[in-house]
């Protein structure tokens, strides 16, 4: 016999080629599907017996592949044996797209293969337990073709035919198989060798399985009803991914909240859903799209997708989109009668050849059935037509007899529940081997919003559906589990039985009135009265003032702990006058170091939060500076020069940053810690750094740096420090630092010790560490141990990485029609600049992303509440979070109304066009005005594994040589005019948390006028998308047409082409924004960028450049090439010196 392969494309429908966008697919189930039938129809017109779907890595792949055979089956009218063959790719015992071999047989066993198997990966002895899996699980015949054993270094196969033959005998003597043959290395020999000793031993004998219902995520979930108790084995249908059954999901789905959404399926899973229901039927949604784009998100997700789905829609078409995206085999939700006999059985049939379960309504052509007898009869006739025409098999037909709701008042409404508990028993009765489910929250829905009650009627429904057969429904999983019935409240469920079991006529009103004296929020196992406090108790409302009775050094602490500074002069006077101490110095020892030690505890432990500590601080500083002038006194009096401090810690930011706000962080924590701080400031030139590290006698030095070309002039203090013979440790932090960079460039240079630290939290321990001269040489030799390691993997990572050269790089790339209609460039309303002056901080705040502030004060929520606002509901550092909110807010609305910070922008746009990688700037309407400036652009190099171009900025702009005139804009903004002013008041008030805020605040404010002046850009003043209409979610998730890369920054990572757009623009002269001598911008809050407006344009990483690019690059910009390495280190493929 002859059997036609039909392998498994050179693509996978369960896995994104992007890891950027996990619900992305290089291609669809239909592509896939029309290239499998093509494979069918030849094969079968070239003669084979059988076909083999073979190699199967991805099940969806699979079931695509049999959803074209069945396609041809059905236009031929005949039908052939088919075999399947997966493989598992290693000994996880998994597919490549996750699946166990028994999901794997769940997802295709509806195609009645006459025979499954595994084939490739493995060698025989690996792939033993899992042949024996398939054998126990599926009722057809088996096979294996294995490998001849592993492959060698080389990739070839060494094991010769009487090896395999014996690897192979185990499946033999256990009989495991029926059929058995060689994969990859394999020759005449092997199988020779294999049919010599099969010879000797008898086949599998086919056998029988259970008759369940066999669904599968990445899991198998085999359904078996404990007939004793059904409320045991109870299917729970997760209903929180239904845009009708949450509110939540809802909108994260109009909103294009994704993530949101995923986060909801993740916690019904954890929760105890054993299958997701999803939905996506509303007016605002398209709900083929959102299925599509949902599900695929869901299926890259291993936690969630390790379930079976529920497909569910009242579009048949929405509803077959999440089928083709879901490996897994699914439950369809749902069809009916009700368009007809004819539409059924089209739509039963679509259903099967996806593999999938069905949900059957409780509808026909006259309507939703109501009553038991009308429940009974649709579903009667439509098991008879789905078993005998459709060949469904009985275990995957789920009927929904509608719950229909019930205490609504009218008489006609009483009996529903009673209708659906009857109708479940006498349908299980007549139609052997269905399952039983319904949608449990519209049973109660005229209780909505009195969690007791609703909630109670769900678990008595349940309870007693349960008994009558009910196998599954549609419930929010963590509720059903909670709620157990013999646990709910007695009185209240005497109640909810009568209206739900109709016991009497007045049940109804009886339910109302008891249901208006409960709290709401109560549930119904924990039922409250109005009025009544948890646990039954009255709470007595506390002053929050009770510490104020505590002796004066407890109050002290307490203030200390919670950041309290109402009292705190006044206590701190009453320590100094009161006689308890017997100086200012035991005062600080005492309980002022007492809460500090506390704060410095509960912070390293992670149950105090940055903000608590920068509040903690403001206190210390406040009671200290209360101190000091007595302290001072008392020292000239006795001429004692001492210090009783953990350390001398001196911190600044290096020459040409002006960024500061992760420093004062780690100044205050410090500081908290008993360290001495001094903060020498920014901008801080080398030698000025060297010269306060010996006024000071400082014990430890920090760096900071915010921008790249910092990280040089970190270099640049290291050499010198030891040069200078200098034996202090030094520390190193700032956003782009790491640990890498500190290893390979910082640590070579000076030789007393080099510390990458990633924030405040980490600064502590490593500054107390390095004070403790016992285990200062250990830690730090541990420390250059670990540098040494990574260089080592960083100069090997240089030699294994490959790069295009430049002028391949550049063949790469195909640019658009800049002629066509799509493409063509929209030229701005205006050309030159245009100032923008005292901007309302008001227009501004709708703008701010708020995750970079709580990321600043180091408050980060676990999953699923990360990100703003979601991090609210964290439970360990929500209710902070919250805080710090309302008093950014509060500070917002003081810098709005007080005008204490002055909004400047600038705004420019010149006609352009690209000539190879640098972009010309002209000076009038087009290039006959002549060049005025040019910007200098730098293309991607690193090898990639796909078909992508190498891209360069000056790709989104139209070439000179193509005639067509482009258009290039241009930033600036800055929120920080005022803000030096605005700091030092906070400054001289010892309130370190008020400057940090407002430092914060500032940098939130400049990045949220850049956003609202580019979408005023893009809708306006250029106006290439007038019609815009995004929230401001949308805007932080870069959904428009357009980018404003920032020179210095990923598309362009030289950050001395910023020159070039304050020359042109003027910007000092203009808004009063001025670069250092590193291109830092001053005020430190404050944005700059160019704007692309093309719809080719996007965001992308140059990353490492190789040197033929950084030579031609310093000749079209007119420097050294020592000076341009210098400028780009961090994006350099080789090693300078």
Known sequence: FAAGAIGPTNRTLSVSPSV????????????????????????????????????????????????????????????????VSGTIVDNSGRTLSGQTNEAFWNSVSHAKPIAIGLNCALGAQDMVPYIENLSKCADCWVFAYPNAGLPNAMGGYDQKGPEMAKDCETFFEKNLLNAIGGCCGTTAEHIASLAELGAKYKPRQRHDVPEQMRLSGLLPFNYEPNEKDMRKSFVNLGERCNVAGSSIFKK??????????????????????????????????????????????????????????????????????????????????????????????????????????????????????????????????????????????????????????????MEEHNNYGVDFINATREIKRLCPGCKISGGVSNLAFSFRGNEPVRRGFHSAFLYHACKAGMDMGIVNAAQVEEDVYENIDKELLEYIEDVLLNRCSNATERMLQFAATLDPKSGPCNLRRKGQAAGGA?????????????????????ALVHGIDEFCIADTEECRTSGAFASCLEIIEGPLMDGMNVVGDLFGSGKMFLPQVIKSARVMKKSVGHLLPFMEAAKEEQGDTSSSSAGTFLIATVKGDVHDIGKNIVAVVLGCNNFKVVDIGVMCPCQTILDAVKEHNADILGLSGLITPSLDEMVTVGKEMEKAGMKIPLLIGGATTSKMHTAVKMAPVYSSGVVHV?????????????????????????????????????????????????????????????????????????LGTKTLKDVPIGDVIPYIDWNPFFQVWQLRGRYPNRGYPKIFNDENVGKEAKKLFDEANKM??????????????????????????????????DSTSGKRCTFHTIRQQAEKDTEEPYMALSDFIAPKDSGVTDYLGMFVCTAGLGLDKLTESFKKNNDDYSYIMAEALADRLAEAFAELLHAEVRKDHWGYAPDESLNAEDLLKVKYQGIRPAPGYPSQPDHTEKATMWDLMKCKEEIGVELTESFAMLPAASVSGLYFGGKSAEYFNVGKIEKDQVEEYASRKGMDVATVEKWLGQNLAYHVE
């Open 20 to 83: 950027e966008n996990p619900a992305f697919r290089a291609c669809t189930f239909d592509e896939i599907v029309e290239a499998y039938y093509e494979q069918t129809e030849a094969l079968i017109e070239g003669g084979v017996d059988v076909l083999l779907v073979e190699t199967i890595f991805d099940t969806l792949n699979a079931k695509a592949a049999l959803f074209a055979v069945n396609k041809y089956f059905e236009k031929w009218g005949k039908k052939i044996p088919i075999f």
């Open 252 to 409: 994260a789905i109009v909103d294009g909240n994704y993530e949101k959404a995923l986060a909801i399926a993740l916690k019904q899973v954890e929760n105890g859903a054993h299958v997701i229901d999803i939905n996506m039927d509303d007016g605002l949604i398209d709900g083929k799209s959102a299925m599509t784009k949902f599900v695929n998100l869901l299926v890259s997700e291993p936690d969630a997708s390790k379930v079976p789905f529920m497909i569910d829609s009242s579009k048949f078409d929405v509803v077959e989109a999440g089928l083709k995206c879901s490996q897994g085999k699914c439950i369809m939700n749902s069809i009916s009668l009700k368009a007809g006999q004819d539409q059924f059985l089209k739509d039963a049939a679509l259903v099967k050849a996806h593999g999938a379960a069905v949900v059957v309504m409780a509808f026909d052509e006259e309507g939703q059935a109501a009553t038991e007898a009308e429940k009974v009869r649709i579903c009667c006739r439509a098991f008879k037509l789905l078993v005998e025409e459709v060949g469904f098999n009985p275990q995957d037909i789920i009927f929904d007899p509608n719950i229909l709701t019930i205490g609504t008042g």
């Open 538 to 558: 009255t709470k007595k409302k506390d002053s929050g003032k009770a510490w104020r009775n505590e002796v004066v050094g407890k109050r002290l602490e307490y």
């Open 758 to 830: 990633l924030d405040a939290s980490r600064a502590v321990p490593v500054a107390q560490t390095l004070m403790d001269m016992e285990k200062r040489e250990e830690f730090l030799d541990d420390i250059k141990e670990t540098y040494a390691e990574m260089r080592e993997e960083f100069f090997a990572g240089l030699e294994d990485r490959k790069y295009l050269p430049l002028v391949k790089a550049r063949e790469s790339v195909t640019l658009p029609d800049f002629t066509s209609a799509e493409h063509k460039p929209v030229k701005p309303k205006f």
């Open 892 to 925: 917002l609305n003081k810098m709005q109304n007080e005008k204490q910070l002055t909004l400047n922008g600038l705004l420019a746009f010149y006609a352009c066009n690209a000539v190879g990688d640098d972009i010309e700037v002209y000076n009038g309407e």
